[in-house]
């Protein structure tokens, strides 16, 4: 069983940058493509960002840019580096990772992100 643990949230003003991780636990990482989506109250969860087993990225049209997604397989860990924050990118970011041969996903706690003057 795949255990995800999201930090790094925080508060932070406009323009400013933070850098999310995810621990994984249990299960072979490198057998998961991961990802990260957020949400905020009201809304549907959406994808921020995935990266794959090859390492292989892809982007939101809102992330594209200004996100970064990095994988350390020795770590069992990803990295969502987050610059020129914007109020709309306030929300809980989760971490997902998924398994494509057990068909599994795997979903952190979530982790919020504030972005305010």
């Known amino acids: 069983q795949v255990q995800l643990v999201e930090s790094g949230g925080g508060s932070v003003p406009p323009g400013g940058s933070l850098t999310l991780s995810c621990a994984a636990t249990?299960?072979?990482?490198?057998?998961?493509?991961m990802g990260w989506y957020r949400q905020t109250p009201g809304n549907r969860r959406e994808m921020v960002a995935t990266?794959?087993?090859?390492?292989?990225?892809r982007y939101s049209g809102a992330a594209q840019g200004r996100f970064t997604l990095s994988r350390d397989n020795a770590k069992k860990m990803t990295f969502l580096h987050m610059t020129n924050l914007q109020p709309e990118d306030t929300a809980v970011y989760f971490c997902?990772?998924?398994?494509?041969?057990?068909?599994?996903?795997?979903w952190g706690q979530g982790t919020q992100v504030n972005v305010s003057v």
């Open positions: 249990g299960g072979t990482f490198t057998l998961l493509d």
């Open positions: 990266i794959n087993t090859d390492g292989r990225t």
């Open positions: 997902n990772g998924g398994d494509g041969f057990t068909i599994t996903t795997y």
